[in-house]
């Protein structure tokens, strides 16, 4: 690049402006420092991941966004999972009021092309300068430990920058984890997703009509998730054998046929209308092996995907975003500080994958649907299992002793078909 161009200074760049991205620029510029947050596409932008948990609400409240996002989202009081044998209607519905130390008895369902860009443009207001159509190509670091950020701008051309420090909120692209090579699948879940958005989905009656639903597939499981104005996102997560299966077959052909073999999902969609177009992605799962170094750290997926089973997406990123903010805010003031607060972020951060991961590693063997699909609150466990759909997966004590109790059940067969 011309060495002539004119370099920009900020004490915090952010890769990526997704919710990850807007809530760690908008608490740091909060904090007073000077941020640059780039976005490589405009938005809105349609993106998967449209149901939130209970555990995002206090995020959306310290945003202070919280009213602007019910005006555009659904609520939703639970997480519904299909009877294990796939019984048409029937469900058994976890309500998040009931959870051990319930924080919030709802979340929302929300279309994230509208909550993406609501944060995005909140944190514009809060100070930020957010730039979109602006993807950044390389990140290096000066003799004076500063980061030289190389981004080409859609408009602009070429564009540098000079940052104090760098937040990877990237999301899929795992910017440093691609750079680096950090990126690696995980070696003990593999999936794949299909998915579109529908008009026409029949909705459960009253305070569940807005309901997540959970359906157990032969290969897989899959989701229908509520959104206003009459769309529902519909999708499978299935193993990625499966989807190679298509053999050039229409996406939307394929995603009809995967979605029969669920009838409890088939029997909503006898007025269903395909309301977007079909996507894919694979690779679904993965990890970096590092997650924050001198100068950088990275947030939400830009470190790690689980399977969405439980809609952790949104909440991981948002919640590691703002515990990241701890990190920047305390290694500019106190560099000295740096690596005793990013190993801590690294403990927080792979305590609540951890606790997510247990149950997505199992979540389609026999046992588990069962135990999902025909729960007992023998000990509070199903409030102590309802508290980790809620995402309460950091500090509730009373919960994690009674998931302790549930492994347990899970290990020994006879224990979990008296269950």
Known sequence: MDNEMQTESCDVLVIGGGPGGSTASTLLARKGWRVIMLEKVSHPRFHIGESLLPMN???????????????????????????????????????FRTALGCQSPHAFQVKREEFDELLFRHAAANGVDARERVTVEDVTWNAEGRAIVE????????????????????????????????????????????????RGIDRREGEDAGNIGI????????WVIPLRNGITSVGCVCW?????????????????QTLQQAPAIWGRMEKAE??????????????CKQMAGKGWIMVGDAYSFLDPVFSSGVYLAMSSARRAVAVVDGALRKPSRERALQREYARET??????????????????????????HNTFQI???????????????????????????ICRIPGIAKAA
């Open 382 to 408: 199903q409030q102590a299992v309802t508290s980790m759909l809620a995402g309460d997966v950091y500090s509730n004590r009373p919960a994690d002793r009674r998931l302790v109790l549930f492994k347990l």
């Open 350 to 375: 792979r305590r609540g994958l951890k606790k997510f991961s247990w149950f997505i590693y199992r979540f389609t063997t026999p046992v588990i649907r069962e135990l999902f699909s025909r729960p």
């Open 240 to 256: 990625p054998e499966y989807l190679k299966q298509r053999r050039g077959m229409p996406n939307d052909q394929f995603l009809m």
């Open 274 to 287: 395909m309301a977007s177009e079909v996507y894919i992605a694979g690779n679904y799962s993965y990890a």
């Open 151 to 198: 981004a080409k701008s859609d408009e602009h051309g070429p564009c540098r920058f000079e940052a104090r420090y760098v937040v990877d909120a990237s999301g899929r692209d795992t910017f440093f984890g691609a750079k680096w090579k950090l990126k690696e699948k995980n070696p003990q879940h593999q999936s794949a997703a299909i998915y579109a958005h529908f």
């Open 215 to 222: 359906y157990w597939l032969p290969q897989g499981w899959g």
């Open 57 to 95: 609400m206090p995020i959306l409240r310290d945003l202070g966004v919280f009213d602007a996002v019910a005006e555009i989202g659904v609520v939703k009081h639970g997480a519904d999972f299909a009877d294990s044998q796939d019984k048409p209607g029937e469900f058994t519905s976890y309500y």
